[in-house]
């Protein structure tokens, strides 16, 4: 089946920088309509922080991530990254990747990868 593993999680001091890796399996990021960073922190709901949709020239991004962010990924290594810097504590979350053939829906989600940000 298809599986989505994210890694480059970490604890990071505010105003560093992480890289979030997402390799695809039985899935070829480059066809697929939508692929995503999500995250979610204890005692919230699960945000959309950046995504990329096939055919559009722009990502989005959440606002509390623009400028900071980018998302990216690499077809040769079906790969889905998300550039992290400037990083702030509330920006503490597990984040995920997901994606989708069938948009709105997100067909596909990864374990998810533990990002800290402390002061």
């Known amino acids: 089946q298809v599986q989505l593993v994210e890694s480059g999680g970490g604890s990071v001091q505010a105003g560093g920088s992480l890289r979030l890796s997402c390799v695809a399996s039985?899935?070829?990021?480059?066809?697929?309509?939508?692929l995503g960073w999500f995250r979610q922190a204890p005692g919230s709901g699960r945000e959309e922080v950046a995504t990329?949709?096939?055919?559009?020239?722009?990502?989005y991004y959440a606002s509390s991530v623009k400028g900071r962010f980018t998302i990216s990924q690499d077809n040769a290594d079906n790969t889905l990254y998300l550039q992290m810097n400037s990083l702030k504590p509330g920006d503490t979350a597990m984040y995920y990747c997901?994606?989708?053939?069938?948009?709105?829906?997100?067909?596909?989600w990864g374990q998810g990868t533990q990002v800290t940000v402390s002061t």
């Open positions: 997901a994606a989708t053939n069938i948009p709105p829906r997100w067909a596909y």
């Open positions: 039985r899935l070829t990021l480059a066809t697929v309509e939508r």
């Open positions: 990329i949709t096939r055919g559009s020239g722009t990502p």
